[in-house]
């Protein structure tokens, strides 16, 4: 993107031919983020489900809990107690009130000569109701302050006040735990080239991305799935034409844990959608590729899922990722260089579909076609 907003198309559309001053006008890249993109680079979804609010919306208040921070968890958590500590010492002073247990002759100093018997013992005012609630939801071994027989209505709203306090606790220590426990954190350490590329691989072609862990603490037997939307818009309405799964790999190994990066690869033969598309119709479709990768924390063994996406803006054709693994023989280790899980080189590239150039390979089977992009599958990009 330029400094006037327009977009400005990537030279790997045509591989060994820059041209810089070729531009698609007239894109909005704000509409086309909001409108083109379910799922942001960050994983989060772009997606609004309308229901009907009013049997929701406790469902979706405690899930907000859980995904909020924990100041606002935290500040919500008072917030509650400190309601239900007021509300029940305000029940406690009206029925302690009107029993007239707040007459000066009925005040706990005079109460041994005027030989009366208050709802509440030692109960001054509101403050003194206030503390009575506290210590009813906090302990069952009161001090001075404690409830007689002389109001029923007393008993009452202390039973109600120790059922509704279990409910208040009980959900507190759930979204607490659910917050200590969920593996979201987790997931950001999990990061997804910004690009995909598509190239040459044994005169085949490929979609590629990269994935890897910034953690020291390993994920076991991760499994990588990605999954291709194209949409067709009109009068800025999305309508999904298709949602199809890609059969993807990993180039390394099979299942096993994150040593370092591994490049995720897509085999573009007759049963990928991408099998007929060429460089020109890339650029000019409306495709995004959703791509998620799970696995099981090794220190917890707790699942997790990490998700990001790529659209046909982010696809560079006739490129591969550059090596980010290098072997230091000074200290005799191997080092991971994630500042270039990202970085990529422009190689060779037909411009033309994997259908026809499977067609020009079939009709020149004994004339190999040079190309630098082809490389043994096992290749570290």
């Keep these: 993107m330029n400094t006037n907003g327009e977009y400005e198309a990537p030279p790997s559309v045509v591989p060994g031919i820059y041209r810089p001053k070729n531009r698609l006008p007239n894109i909005n890249f704000k509409e086309h983020r909001k409108y083109q993109r379910a799922v942001f680079k960050n994983g989060e979804f772009n997606v609004e489900c309308k229901t009907n609010r009013r049997f929701t919306i406790f469902s979706n208040y405690i899930v907000a809990l859980v995904e909020a921070r924990w100041r606002w968890t935290l500040l919500t958590f008072v917030s509650a107690y400190t309601c239900v500590w007021l509300f029940f010492g305000t029940v406690y002073w009206i029925i302690s009130y009107n029993h007239e247990d707040f007459t ?19 109960l001054y005012g509101f403050t003194s109701a206030f503390l009575f609630s506290i210590e009813v939801h906090t302990t069952v071994a009161y001090g001075k302050r404690a409830i007689t027989l002389e109001c029923p209505q007393t008993i009452t709203a202390m039973c109600l006040q120790c059922i509704v306090s279990s409910i208040f606790q009980a959900i507190m220590v759930g979204i607490l735990f659910a917050k200590l426990t969920r593996p979201r954190g987790r997931t950001r350490t999990i990061l997804f080239s910004r690009h995909a590329v598509i190239n040459l691989r044994n005169d085949r072609f490929c979609l590629i991305f990269r994935v890897g862990d910034m953690r020291k603490s390993r994920i076991l037997n991760i499994k990588p799935q990605a999954y291709v939307i194209r949409f067709k818009t009109e009068d800025r ?74 659209t046909e803006y982010d696809m560079f054709w006739g490129h591969r990722f550059v090596t980010m693994i290098r072997f230091d023989t000074d200290r005799m280790m191997y080092g991971v260089d994630f500042s270039k899980l990202s970085e990529i080189q422009q190689v060779d590239t037909p411009l033309c579909s994997a259908c026809e150039y499977g067609a020009l390979l079939s009709i020149l089977p004994d004339t190999p076609l040079e190309s630098n992009a082809s490389y043994e599958i096992n290749e570290w990009t």
């Design 104 to 122: 000066p002759d009925h005040l706990p100093q005079r109460q041994n000569v005027s030989n009366f018997t208050p709802c509440i013992n030692n």
């Design 237 to 310: 309405e999305v309508d999904i034409d298709e949602q199809i799964e890609l059969d993807v790999a990993i180039d390394e190994c099979e299942q096993t844990f994150f040593l370092w990066p591994v490049t995720v690869v897509h085999l573009i033969d007759e049963k990928s959608p991408f099998y007929e598309l060429s460089a020109a119709d890339l650029l000019c479709s409306k495709i995004e590729i959703l791509v998620v990768f799970e696995g099981v924390i090794e220190s917890t063994g707790q699942s997790v899922q990490a998700r990001s996406s790529y």
